[in-house]
């Protein structure tokens, strides 16, 4: 079945990270880390992380997706080529540079960009969970930072 494949490529999110959300899929940041997080999902290896979580959902609005048709393919064993290539075929229509410029805002993102609600999370999270003097300058730089990246 399928959905084996799936589950012997999914990553043990228990034992190892997801990508960092910097790498790209299809052109799309964001989307290799949620390939990695979904594929454990269905493998059951997902440990603490979420999938279709609000950095998930960034990428999903974006490409106009939904994640659950996302996960559907994904347990049909697809590798990482044939899911870009399922992006691409399904993702919103936009000119190249648009997606560029998103990738772009979505590099820079400092914390003071985000929601307020993300703001007060990050505020508790970073001191606990960030190594001591982590200097945080973007977003991606906290999952970067904690998965030993940066």
Known sequence: MKTEITMLTARDLTKEYPRSPRETLAGYVIATRVLDKCRAAIAGTLGEYHFDCPLDRRFFEFAGIKAESFRSFVATGANDDEVAAWISEHAAS??????I??????????????????????????????????????????YDIEEKRL
């Open 101 to 142: 410029k998103w990738n772009n805002r979505m590099r820079e993102l400092r914390l003071s960009d985000l929601p307020d609600q993300a703001q007060e999370f990050l505020e508790g999270y970073i001191p606990e969970c960030l190594p001591k003097g982590s200097v945080v300058y973007r977003w991606f730089d906290v």
């Open 94 to 99: 936009r000119p190249g540079i648009e997606i």
